[in-house]
Structures are given as C-alpha cells and as structure tokens.
C-alpha cells in the first residue's frame, strides 16, 4: 500500500530514524508517541510533518485538568441555558451546543489531517487509557445526541511526552515509539546552519564549544536546548559579539540558563574551566 513519506523540510532536519519512525506510523496507522529533552523539537515535529506533507494540523493542548472527553466535543450547557433565558434560538436542537474538541474536529474533516496532542503525561494517569478506544476505532458517540462520529479519513496523530510520569501500558502498546535523542555537534551544526545560514564559520565553531561545555556540566539543573542555543546566536550576532568575547564571558547567559543557581555556578566554574577552544 502506498502512502505519503515524510523526509524533513528546510527548517526542519530530521534524523534517518526520526524519518522511520514518522513513516512506520504513517503505513501502520498508529499513533506516534514522541520522547526527548525539552527543545529537541518534538512539538515542531508535528508542525513539519504537516508542513512536509501539505497537511492542515490541529493540535490538542494537553492541561493537568485535561480529559479524554475534551479532546473529542463539550456540551456547551451554559451557552443553553442563556440562550433559553434571553436569547429567540431553539434550544431544543442541542446539536446547535455540542462543540468539536482537537480529536473530534480531526474525525470530521474533509481531508486527512495531522494531529498533534501535546504534553500528553501532564494530565492525569487515566486520560490516555481514555482515548484508546477512540484512537483505535477512529470513531465516537455523542451522549446527547446518539451521534456517531466515524472518521473519513484517519489523522496522523502526534504525541508527546516529557516523561513527567509514565503512561499505561496499554496505551503504549497501540503506539509506535521514538526517542529524540540530543543532536551531536555534527548534526547540531546542520540545524544551526539553517536557522543562521551566514554565521561565520569560527564563531559558530565557539559558540558550539561554550555550549557543549555548558551542557557537559553535571551542577546544572536545567541544560540548555537546541532552541535556546539558536537564540542565543541571535543574540550575539545583533550585539556583533566575536569568538574572542565568548571564551572569557560568555555573554547573554540569561538566554541559555534559566536557575539562580546555574549561573552562580557557572560563574565560579569559567574560573576554573580550561580555555574554550
């Protein structure tokens, strides 16, 4: 059977297994349960995947009170209850309050969709044992209206997780799993290059430096990510700061360490460190 392969964009460089593990869920029609260090790209993920496919995404983002239901449709029961006391609409079409949620509006389109539920650990242990019916039959039923929702044509879904705490067993049997693993400096330097594609090529030889050392730091709390090392180069390059600069101060920290205590470390510790080149 054929179906549409995904092999990255120009913004977004995905690694040969990231590239398998999207294509095997697309062919198998399973949910793709995305893990990796906060700024490794799992939520853009699902943005290049729509984009390097040509499809519309709609994302579900994924709150400690978030439930199941959510994600599927909300009975808008107080819109109701004004209309009945102020309002000239027939409150007795109750399909006029039932309100599509990111999962349910994915069953409904006209066209195959990319969907991405975001943060799925942060609710509770429960919720992703409550969408497995739903994401295996594509399908639901509206209580209020004995409506069945069947989807037309099946969403790839996306998800995320950052590993807060783990999620059932049977929930993760019906997905295919991939681990983002932290870019090393060849592949780091690749994505650099397409979000900066004039830096000089010794400044970023530094900066890749600093960075990695900075992450190699066991006392820090919070290590730096990918996204945070490309602000932290346009920062530098609109305060036309030089290698030079960055071997003895490392300017613009804030960018990268986000804890009090990382950069009194840190601090102390360029005193110590041997010279970064």
């Avoid at 295919?176 to 030889?205: A, C, G, N, Q, W």
Wanted: net charge negative.
């Amino acid at each position: 059977m054929s179906f549409q392969q995904f092999t990255g964009t120009e913004k977004y460089l995905a690694s040969p297994e990231l590239r398998d593990a999207v294509n095997v869920a697309i062919a198998l029609e399973r949910p793709l349960l995305i893990k990796g260090e906060p700024g490794t790209g799992k939520t853009v993920l699902a943005e290049a995947v729509a984009e390097g496919l040509g499809l519309e995404l709609l994302t579900w983002n994924v709150k400690s009170t978030s439930k199941g239901r959510d994600g599927l449709y909300v009975y808008d029961t107080v819109e109701r209850l004004n209309d009945a006391r102020f309002g000239d609409r027939d409150i007795r079409d109750i399909q006029r309050y039932i309100k599509l949620g990111p999962l349910g509006s994915s069953f409904r389109t006209p066209k195959r969709v990319v969907l991405l539920i975001d943060e799925i650990d942060k609710a509770d242990m429960e919720f992703p044992n409550d969408l497995l019916h739903e994401l295996d039959r594509m399908s639901f039923t509206i209580d209020e209206t004995s409506e069945t929702v069947t989807a037309e044509h099946r969403p790839i879904v996306i998800v995320t997780s950052n590993n807060e705490k783990e999620l059932p067993d049977a929930f993760l049997r019906r997905c295919v799993f991939h681990y983002i693993s932290f870019p090393d400096r060849e592949m780091m330097t690749d994505i650099v290059r397409v979000h900066h594609p004039k830096l000089e090529d010794e400044l970023l030889r530094q900066v890749l430096i600093a960075f990695y050392w900075l992450r190699d730091q066991t006392e820090v709390r919070k290590r730096p990510s990918t996204s945070e090392l490309i602000d932290w180069i346009a920062a530098l390059r609109r305060a036309g700061i030089d290698k030079k600069a960055i071997e003895e101060n490392l300017p613009f920290l804030g960018v990268l360490l986000k804890h009090e205590q990382d950069h009194e470390w840190i601090s102390g510790a360029r005193g110590r460190r041997t010279v970064l080149h």
